[in-house]
């Protein structure tokens, strides 16, 4: 497991990440989200030991991480490039053996990966003959190969085409599932809901939620929509409550109040006819905006 | 060499992975070296590179074939002369050979002055020797024949100083007896003076073309791998001080062979010329210039590699490498234009002694002493830069902010 602790980087006067603290657990997909400049790629950094760090720490297996733990680390930086111009299994085969892979297995394994993503015909390419996807592609294949003890990958789904972010995310699942703890940004809110089980949302350096998609969601706003035979513009005038809109027949309202939503029900009852009262599950997006506001 | 300076078991920057408990099988240690073998094998498989080579290599057998064809070939000049003028005509044609090997002259008679003239202006004689009052007066069409004109002046200025001598009634060599002045050098001897010019030049040039040109690759490189991150990953997975070396190993080995292929193909040339005499006089040298120059690229090696460093885009080289093209511009003409004190003082300054003490020493104003003491001040040098480049290199390697100076990359934090 990876663990941070009270994690702190200062740029000249600005707190770039503040006191954050989280854990990626084995065999489990964490999404990082937050917005831009919240601190994500800045604590990727550190986690990977690009960047020093000004206060906590990185720890893993439960110990202070060393660079000798980062190397055997999976890492994908946040803007991509291999080497243009060098072919792409040269290029992948000399970055496994910087890993301490063995030449011929890293061959081995960099065609198998390149197989996968239907690319095992453009190893022989010069890498910036390939598309933006595919260079991609090879760039995760990169941070793959070397069957890495913990996957850090910022932003590995941006630009890539629905396909792609399908195979992207079942090669991420297929990784977790072998025990590995598999940490990655993004800022595509619905594929981080549908992929991860863990979500750790940062705004402004500091962690402002974070807990699986369920935990999260029932921290959010509780909401009910009402639908009623007549006009539902009466509720305006109801205590613990608010309104967040009426359209018509139809109100949606957020409880304040504990038990507030009875009341409204019992109003509504009153009043005539009940269609519809459902409690609204908040969307991730709605929480982030909440917490991240 | 400066590279030995760095065992491969010394531990990275901050951590020593070999020494970790779970650290994987794989070898640290030499990733130098295999970061260094894709420095060479992605410059051998670059077609500029290999064509710039290519073509320096023909520049250099051009020069050399034309060199040995020029000096081998003779120009045959055609002499008009009218009757009064013949037997000096007859005696030039005799003796230039002897003269200069150069140039062999045929006699051309004519009637008079006029049929000399006209022959002169339609090309078909390249000059016309008449006697003038007292002298002797050579006509050409619009251009001076130089070599003819010198070996003209020989022969007419031999001739009539042997008929004075016999109205004398003595001979030349009574004439000239006492008045030949040879030259003595106190250090070292003529020849081997003029012949470390030559070389000394060429090696200045070449030394100043290969720091450049690597140099300048080796930033370019360095900064690629910045801009595009891939730093980042290399940077986890091994220590930057690998990385660093690896490059600097890399680029050296490279400038290495180039130097060694362009000094050897010159030294065959140079055999089939009828300079070949010279190719031994100049052999041990080149061993001389090789070790100094090996010492002094390594240390400049570094320091480009800084270079790259400070630049966060490729288009900013240009501007944080300036100090750097400076230095190397100043060792050249240093090379070139030093003499007396300052030349033996700077001969033992770094970088300036990577070119100058060689040239001492071939100049024979050098004792083995000095050289060594002098390799010893260079290859210290380098160390101690290499060290302090690796601290530069480190900090402002995975700086993304910018441009960085020299001041910020020392005291940024890591």
Same mark, same amino acid.
């Given at each position: 497991?990876?663990?941070?602790?009270?994690?702190?980087?200062?740029?000249?006067?600005?707190?770039?990440?503040?006191?954050? !603290?989280?854990?990626?657990?084995?065999?489990?997909?964490?999404?990082?989200?937050?917005?831009?400049?919240?601190?994500?790629?800045?604590?990727?950094?550190?986690?990977?030991?690009?960047?020093?760090? #000004?206060?906590?720490?990185?720890?893993?297996?439960?110990?202070?991480?060393?660079?000798?733990?980062?190397?055997?680390?999976?890492?994908?930086?946040?803007?991509?490039?291999?080497?243009?111009?060098?072919?792409?299994?040269?290029?992948? /085969?000399?970055?496994?053996?910087?890993?301490?892979?063995?030449?011929?297995?890293?061959?081995?394994?960099?065609?198998?990966?390149?197989?996968?993503?239907?690319?095992?015909?453009?190893?022989?390419?010069?890498?910036?003959?390939?598309? @933006?996807?595919?260079?991609?592609?090879?760039?995760?294949?990169?941070?793959?190969?070397?069957?890495?003890?913990?996957? /850090?990958?910022?932003?590995?789904?941006?630009?890539?085409?629905?396909?792609?972010?399908? !195979?992207?995310?079942?090669? @991420?699942?297929?990784?977790?599932?072998?025990?590995?703890? /598999?940490?990655?940004?993004?800022?595509?809110?619905?594929?981080?809901?549908?992929?991860?089980?863990? @979500?750790?949302?940062? !705004?402004?350096?500091?962690?402002?939620?974070?807990?699986?998609?369920?935990?999260?969601?029932?921290?959010?706003?509780?909401?009910?929509?009402?639908?009623? #035979?007549?006009?539902?513009?009466?509720?305006?005038?109801?205590?613990?409550?608010?309104?967040?809109?009426?359209?018509?027949?139809?109100?949606?309202?957020?409880?304040?109040?504990?038990?507030?939503?009875?009341?409204?029900?019992?109003?509504?009852?009153?009043?005539?006819?009940?269609?519809?009262?459902?409690?609204?599950?908040?969307?991730?997006?709605?929480?982030?905006?909440?917490?991240?506001? | 060499?400066?590279?030995?300076?760095?065992?491969?078991?010394?531990?990275?920057?901050?951590?020593?992975?070999?020494?970790?408990?779970?650290?994987?099988?794989?070898?640290?240690?030499?990733?130098?070296?295999?970061?260094?073998?894709?420095?060479?094998?992605?410059? *051998?498989?670059?077609?500029?590179?290999?064509?710039?080579?290519?073509?320096?290599?023909?520049? &250099?057998?051009?020069?050399?074939?034309?060199?040995?064809?020029?000096?081998?070939?003779?120009?045959?000049?055609?002499?008009?002369?009218?009757?009064?003028?013949?037997?000096?005509?007859?005696?030039?044609?005799?003796?230039? =050979?002897?003269?200069?090997?150069?140039?062999?002259?045929?006699?051309?008679?004519?009637?008079?002055?006029?049929?000399?003239?006209?022959?002169?202006? +339609?090309?078909?004689?390249?000059?016309?020797?008449?006697?003038?009052?007292?002298?002797?007066?050579?006509?050409?069409?619009?251009?001076?024949?130089?070599?003819?004109?010198?070996?003209?002046?020989?022969?007419?200025?031999? %001739?009539?100083?042997?008929?004075?001598?016999?109205?004398?009634?003595?001979?030349?060599?009574?004439?000239?007896?006492?008045?030949?002045?040879?030259?003595?050098?106190?250090?070292?001897?003529?020849?081997?003076?003029?012949?470390?010019?030559?070389?000394?030049?060429?090696?200045?040039?070449?030394?100043?073309?290969?720091?450049?040109?690597?140099? $300048?690759?080796?930033?370019?490189?360095?900064?690629?791998?910045?801009?595009?991150? &891939?730093?980042?990953?290399?940077?986890?997975? $091994?220590?930057?001080?690998?990385?660093?070396?690896?490059?600097?190993?890399?680029?050296?080995?490279?400038? $290495?062979?180039?130097?060694?292929?362009?000094?050897?193909?010159?030294?065959?040339?140079?055999?089939?010329?009828?300079?070949? +005499?010279?190719?031994?006089?100049?052999?041990?040298?080149?061993?001389?210039?090789?070790?100094?120059?090996?010492?002094?690229?390594?240390?400049?090696?570094?320091?480009?590699?800084?270079?790259?460093?400070?630049? +966060?885009?490729?288009?900013?080289?240009?501007?944080?490498?300036? =100090?750097?093209?400076?230095?190397?511009?100043?060792?050249?003409?240093?090379?070139?234009?030093?003499?007396?004190?300052?030349?033996?003082?700077?001969?033992?300054? =770094?970088?300036? +002694?990577?070119?100058?003490?060689?040239?001492?020493?071939? %100049?024979?104003?050098?004792?083995?002493?000095?050289?060594?003491?002098?390799?010893? *001040?260079?290859?210290?040098?380098?160390?101690?830069?290499?060290?302090?480049? %690796?601290?530069?290199?480190?900090?402002?390697?995975?700086?993304?902010?910018?441009? *960085?100076?020299?001041?910020?990359?020392?005291?940024? =934090?890591?």
């Amino acid at each position: 497991m990876l663990e941070i602790r009270e994690l702190t980087r200062r740029f000249g006067d600005v707190t770039a990440v503040d006191g954050v !603290s989280f854990d990626v657990r084995d065999g489990i997909l964490t999404g990082f989200v937050g917005g831009n400049g919240a601190g994500k790629t800045t604590t990727m950094r550190m986690v990977m030991g690009v960047l020093a760090v #000004d206060a906590g720490e990185v720890r893993w297996q439960g110990r202070t991480v060393t660079a000798a733990d980062q190397r055997r680390f999976g890492y994908m930086p946040e803007e991509r490039g291999l080497y243009p111009k060098q072919r792409v299994l040269d290029q992948l /085969v000399y970055l496994a053996q910087l890993k301490g892979m063995a030449a011929e297995t890293a061959r081995r394994a960099a065609l198998e990966h390149l197989e996968r993503f239907g690319l095992a015909e453009r190893a022989g390419d010069q890498l910036q003959k390939l598309s @933006l996807g595919n260079q991609q592609r090879v760039q995760v294949v990169a941070a793959l190969l070397h069957d890495p003890a913990a996957l /850090v990958l910022d932003e590995p789904f941006s630009g890539l085409d629905p396909t792609a972010v399908d !195979s992207m995310a079942d090669l @991420l699942r297929e990784r977790a599932a072998t025990g590995v703890p /598999v940490l990655f940004s993004s800022h595509q809110l619905d594929l981080v809901e549908k992929l991860c089980d863990r @979500l750790v949302i940062l !705004s402004r350096g500091r962690v402002v939620a974070a807990g699986d998609a369920d935990e999260l969601r029932s921290r959010g706003p509780v909401r009910y929509r009402l639908t009623l #035979d007549r006009d539902a513009g009466w509720v305006r005038d109801l205590g613990g409550i608010h309104v967040v809109d009426v359209d018509g027949r139809t109100a949606l309202v957020e409880v304040i109040d504990d038990g507030a939503e009875q009341h409204v029900l019992r109003e509504a009852t009153a009043r005539g006819t009940v269609r519809d009262f459902t409690p609204v599950r908040p969307a991730l997006a709605d929480i982030y905006r909440e917490v991240a506001a | 060499m400066t590279t030995t300076r760095l065992p491969q078991d010394r531990p990275g920057l901050d951590a020593s992975p070999q020494t970790s408990p779970d650290a994987p099988p794989g070898r640290v240690g030499s990733a130098w070296t295999l970061v260094a073998r894709r420095e060479v094998v992605v410059k *051998l498989t670059d077609r500029s590179f290999l064509i710039g080579t290519v073509f320096t290599l023909l520049l &250099i057998t051009g020069f050399m074939g034309y060199s040995a064809w020029d000096a081998a070939r003779t120009t045959t000049y055609t002499v008009a002369a009218t009757a009064d003028a013949r037997t000096m005509a007859d005696r030039l044609a005799e003796k230039a =050979p002897g003269i200069d090997d150069g140039v062999a002259v045929e006699v051309r008679p004519v009637e008079d002055a006029s049929a000399a003239r006209g022959l002169v202006t +339609s090309g078909d004689v390249d000059a016309w020797l008449a006697r003038d009052g007292d002298g002797w007066v050579l006509t050409t069409d619009s251009e001076q024949k130089t070599a003819l004109t010198r070996v003209t002046q020989d022969v007419v200025r031999q %001739e009539s100083l042997r008929q004075r001598a016999e109205e004398l009634g003595t001979t030349v060599d009574r004439l000239e007896a006492g008045s030949t002045v040879t030259t003595r050098l106190l250090t070292g001897d003529a020849q081997k003076a003029d012949l470390a010019q030559g070389v000394a030049f060429a090696f200045a040039f070449l030394f100043y073309v290969a720091t450049l040109t690597f140099g $300048i690759t080796l930033a370019n490189s360095v900064v690629e791998e910045k801009q595009s991150r &891939i730093v980042e990953i290399i940077a986890t997975s $091994i220590p930057v001080r690998q990385l660093l070396v690896g490059k600097i190993v890399g680029n050296s080995l490279l400038a $290495i062979a180039q130097m060694v292929l362009y000094a050897g193909v010159g030294l065959a040339g140079l055999s089939l010329t009828p300079y070949s +005499s010279l190719v031994a006089g100049v052999s041990g040298p080149v061993v001389w210039f090789l070790v100094f120059f090996v010492a002094g690229f390594v240390g400049l090696a570094a320091l480009w590699a800084v270079a790259g460093a400070l630049a +966060s885009r490729t288009e900013e080289v240009q501007s944080t490498a300036t =100090p750097l093209t400076m230095l190397v511009l100043a060792v050249f003409f240093g090379a070139l234009f030093v003499d007396g004190t300052v030349k033996v003082a700077l001969s033992y300054l =770094p970088p300036f +002694s990577a070119v100058l003490m060689p040239t001492r020493l071939l %100049e024979g104003t050098a004792q083995w002493w000095e050289a060594v003491l002098a390799l010893g *001040l260079l290859l210290a040098a380098a160390a101690v830069v290499v060290t302090l480049a %690796e601290r530069l290199y480190r900090r402002s390697l995975l700086q993304t902010g910018g441009r *960085l100076s020299m001041r910020q990359a020392w005291s940024t =934090p890591e």
